[in-house]
């Protein structure tokens, strides 16, 4: 798996009141989504992808999966965490840095620095329905399809315990333990999604407003076949732990 002056200004809000149609909504959507990855001058390629991020709060913060930067970084040969914005040859490199992590509900918030970039706005997932239809934006298999979003459509099939019961004592580790525990709701979706969707926001697609974070596929044999027999089963953390993330980081009053 490029630069403009500065604006002292908030970032851009992308809708209005008014709903608009799912290619109207990508449309605005699109500029807001990114890819997150690290990046190395050194390295041969220097970018290397890792899943996608979208920006929230005032243009200078990223939401993606707390396991899309669970990485070590190389500091001593200036390997960074890197935001990709834009598309194509137009993208533009950022560096960031994590501001706040919720390793509970998977979930990383980033911080980069220069020019705000368009904020999308968040809804309350806690009005979600199963039913109801959704997209989500992002990089399915990477920048194998060069940094151009692309867009998926389905429905919420359920809303479901994040806990799947195991086939046997062995393979309750400790993080599921904890969640035995402590468990909470996401959203299942019949939509396909792939490793590098991993922090697409899913929205709604007449408003745009996020109510959800794509973070996990179901793998039917392997990680390795996922591309050849995709199961049509993904994951969302819903909004609202997010909220609860960008107000412990002090992102929002």
Known sequence: MLAVSAILLPALRLFGAEPVSLPDTIVKIKPAIVAVGTYQKTRRPPAVFLG????????????TNAHV???????E???SIAVFAG??????MREATKAAEDFDHDLALLEISGPPLPALVLGNSDRVREGETYAFTGFPIGMVLGLHPVTHRGIISAITPIVIPQLSTRQLGTAVLK???TPYN?????????PGNSGSPLYDPATGQVIGILNKVFVQESKESLLQKPSGISYAIP????????KKAGVVP
């Open 52 to 63: 996608t991020g979208f920006v929230v709060g005032n243009g200078h913060y990223i939401v």
């Open 69 to 75: 930067v669970a990485v070590k970084i190389d500091s």
């Open 77 to 79: 040969k200036r390997e």
């Open 87 to 92: 598309e194509g040859e137009l993208a533009d």
């Open 179 to 181: 969640r035995l525990t």
């Open 186 to 194: 996401v959203f299942q979706l019949d939509a396909t999604a792939y």
């Open 239 to 246: 909004i609202n732990y997010l909220r609860a993330l960008l």
